[in-house]
């Protein structure tokens, strides 16, 4: 398996790729490679080249070999709007919904939230979303915007496409059955949003604002989950639906009657 990085496209300047220092020091240093050795660099915005290393002037750089094609993206662009955890919560959420193929992340600051994350904390969590998009052999690299109030956010939403509001101890249909239902029955979905609430969920009010602008409740299961478990819980709902067919209308779980609140 070759490494991959990610490189901005102004290092790029016909075949040869200027690696920065820090590029240089984890390929040559970290990864122990050479001259001759080969690698994948890659843009983060759904293009990537077969790359190798040569020596120049005392210093690795590389030069493309040709373009790679890869197919590692959900069907569906997911944001996820995600009021901050405690404590560094919010780390494993930018990771692993970043190899699960987040789109884009959006952090925000809810009624229960105790977290006032620095622009520094805002830049580590960029970067661990690099980190794991290389990892997991991604070809775009999410955006993650700068934290906003929870009902700022709501001013952003789209409502032409699918909202789903997480809930606890409320009634609401479940996330899957809400897939399954718009999902042989539209064009293939182009995107949707999922917000998931801190620890202790979302106020009433907030609730009662996020129907209000589009969002529709949802349950993820009869059982309770860490705020850092239910992101991971839902995309991966989401993943089995749409990396299934790519638009599950061959789907065999058994859904025998679509909850009509999901139409």
Request: charge should be negative; aromatic fraction near 4%; proline fraction near 6%.
């Amino acid at each position: 398996m070759l490494q991959r990085i990610v490189i901005d496209p102004c290092q790029i300047c016909l075949n040869a790729i200027a690696l920065t220092q820090d590029q240089q020091h984890y390929l040559g240093r970290v990864l122990r490679l050479q001259a001759g050795d080969r690698f994948i660099a890659m843009n983060g915005q759904g293009q990537s080249w077969l790359a190798n290393l040569i020596a120049l002037d005392d210093q690795l750089q590389a030069e493309i070999i040709e373009s790679v094609q890869t197919h590692t993206e959900l069907p569906v662009r997911v944001t996820l709007v995600m009021a901050l955890p405690k404590g560094n919560g919010f780390d494993d959420v930018v990771r692993q919904a970043t190899e699960l193929g987040i789109a884009c992340i959006v952090p925000v600051l809810s009624d229960r939230t105790l977290l006032k994350p620095s622009p520094q904390k805002c830049d580590r969590w960029r970067r661990i979303a690099q980190e794991a998009a290389e990892q997991s052999e991604r070809q775009h690299v999410p955006i993650l915007q700068d934290p906003i109030p929870f009902t700022q956010s709501l001013t952003h939403l789209t409502t032409s496409t699918p909202n789903y509001l997480c809930v606890t101890r409320h009634t609401a249909p479940h996330l899957l059955n809400c897939l399954l239902t718009i999902a042989p029955s539209r064009q293939p979905l182009a995107s949707l949003s999922l917000a998931i609430g801190c620890e202790g969920g979302w106020t009433d009010a907030e609730v009662e604002q996020a129907i209000a602008a589009g969002y529709q409740p949802v349950s993820l299961g009869s059982r309770i989950f860490r705020a850092v478990t239910a992101p991971i819980v839902a995309l991966s709902l989401i993943a089995a639906v749409y990396e299934r067919t790519g638009d599950c209308e061959s789907f065999s779980g058994e859904v025998a009657h679509p909850d009509p609140s999901c139409e």
